[in-house]
């Protein structure tokens, strides 16, 4: 394990991720225990368990980066909260479902997430198969139902997301990603398989997330494109920096076992590269994300990026 404690990126904004968005995070939550509310959908007490299963692996737990992402992109664009709340939970949803499905044996095989009993381990494997498996289906039914749309936002944007929600629970997004990082265990790599597996594993839920903002706050496709762009650096950024963690943290920081991928013989960024030009990577893949939110060309009047700037330090200072 690493014992040099690196020093926080000095260019990045400083503010604490928990005091600047612990209201967001607390809606976010609200809106999540509303929507996962067994009550609104089956009075009868046959699927309890499933239920209990979905607000186990959702609920209780996480930073909620990606939603936060998709308020925040939503607000910089002029856009109305409301707007992007319900795909800001659909998020969390597949968020959850992604994790549920791989701390599964048959995939990454962890019996910890977040600090407690993998949902597996809490409720049997069938039970977080299947758990997992009615998250996508109800988040898929959470966007085309819960959106109001205000401001710009049509529903020719809604049909958008909604499609683009498509590509990012299939294959192409986190099924394909899963699909080569389990390939490649114990395989040789090369550089584009790193990034792909990055690409598409956890890259595309945070660019759907930032894109779905713009796209829910009425933006035109340059906006929506930069803020694709946006998405594809700080996805990187955030993996390469938790292949770090994975070496540099214990178990009990995590909240998940550490040092497994090594175990596993993953392909990621410091086995390939090492841990410093990782380090490096992600600096870079930071300060690519400043420029990215500096450009004005399109944004509506009162654009602000400050607390989407306080996310790009946030993912980038995890390491400290």
């Given at each position: 394990?690493?014992?040099?404690?690196p020093q926080p990126m000095t260019h990045l904004p400083t503010q604490s991720y928990e005091s600047l968005f612990s209201a967001s995070i607390e809606q976010i939550n609200q809106a999540l225990e509303r929507a996962l509310d067994k009550r609104a959908y089956d009075t009868s007490s046959q699927a309890n368990g499933l239920w209990e299963a979905m607000r186990y692996g959702t609920l209780d737990g996480g930073k909620r980066i990606r939603s936060i992402l998709a308020l925040e992109a939503c607000k910089a664009c002029?856009?109305?909260?409301?707007?992007?709340?319900?795909?800001?939970?659909?998020?969390?949803?597949?968020?959850?479902?992604?994790?549920?499905?791989?701390?599964?044996?048959?995939?990454?095989?962890?019996?910890?997430?977040?600090?407690?009993?993998?949902?597996?381990?809490?409720?049997?494997?069938?039970?977080?198969?299947?758990?997992?498996?009615?998250?996508?289906?109800?988040?898929?039914?959470?966007?085309?139902?819960?959106?109001?749309?205000?401001?710009?936002?049509?529903?020719?944007?809604?049909?958008?997301?909604?499609?683009?929600?498509?590509?990012?629970?299939?294959?192409?997004?986190?099924?394909?990603?899963?699909?080569?990082?389990?390939?490649?265990?114990?395989?040789?790599?090369?550089?584009?398989?790193?990034?792909?597996?990055?690409?598409?594993?956890?890259?595309?839920?945070?660019?759907?997330?930032?894109?779905?903002?713009?796209?829910?706050?009425?933006?035109?496709?340059?906006?929506?494109?930069?803020?694709?762009?946006?998405?594809?650096?700080?996805?990187?950024?955030?993996?390469?920096?938790?292949?770090?963690?994975?070496?540099?943290?214990?178990?009990?920081?995590?909240?998940?076992?550490?040092?497994?991928?090594?175990?596993?013989?993953?392909?990621?960024?410091?086995?390939?590269?090492?841990?410093?030009?990782?380090?490096?990577?992600?600096?870079?893949?930071?300060?690519?994300?400043?420029?990215?939110?500096?450009?004005?060309?399109?944004?509506?009047?009162?654009?602000?990026?400050?607390?989407?700037?306080?996310?790009?330090?946030?993912?980038?200072?995890?390491?400290?």
């Amino acid at each position: 394990m690493n014992t040099q404690t690196p020093q926080p990126m000095t260019h990045l904004p400083t503010q604490s991720y928990e005091s600047l968005f612990s209201a967001s995070i607390e809606q976010i939550n609200q809106a999540l225990e509303r929507a996962l509310d067994k009550r609104a959908y089956d009075t009868s007490s046959q699927a309890n368990g499933l239920w209990e299963a979905m607000r186990y692996g959702t609920l209780d737990g996480g930073k909620r980066i990606r939603s936060i992402l998709a308020l925040e992109a939503c607000k910089a664009c002029g856009g109305d909260i409301e707007s992007i709340l319900p795909t800001a939970c659909a998020i969390e949803m597949v968020h959850a479902q992604s994790l549920i499905h791989d701390d599964l044996p048959c995939m990454d095989n962890d019996d910890m997430r977040r600090g407690k009993p993998s949902v597996h381990k809490a409720f049997g494997e069938s039970t977080a198969v299947l758990a997992g498996d009615a998250l996508i289906a109800l988040a898929f039914g959470l966007i085309a139902k819960e959106t109001q749309l205000r401001g710009k936002a049509t529903p020719q944007h809604l049909l958008s997301v909604i499609g683009d929600f498509s590509d990012v629970t299939s294959v192409q997004g986190l099924v394909n990603g899963q699909f080569v990082d389990i390939l490649y265990e114990g395989q040789p790599f090369t550089p584009d398989i790193l990034e792909y597996i990055h690409t598409f594993k956890t890259g595309a839920l945070f660019r759907f997330s930032l894109r779905a903002g713009a796209k829910l706050a009425g933006a035109d496709a340059i906006v929506v494109d930069r803020f694709t762009q946006l998405g594809e650096k700080l996805g990187l950024a955030f993996q390469i920096v938790d292949d770090l963690l994975d070496i540099d943290s214990t178990t009990e920081t995590l909240g998940k076992t550490a040092g497994k991928d090594q175990l596993q013989e993953k392909a990621t960024y410091p086995a390939f590269f090492g841990v410093e030009a990782s380090r490096q990577q992600v600096e870079q893949l930071s300060q690519d994300a400043l420029a990215l939110l500096e450009e004005t060309a399109g944004m509506p009047p009162g654009y602000d990026s400050t607390n989407l700037k306080t996310l790009v330090a946030f993912i980038a200072n995890r390491l400290h």
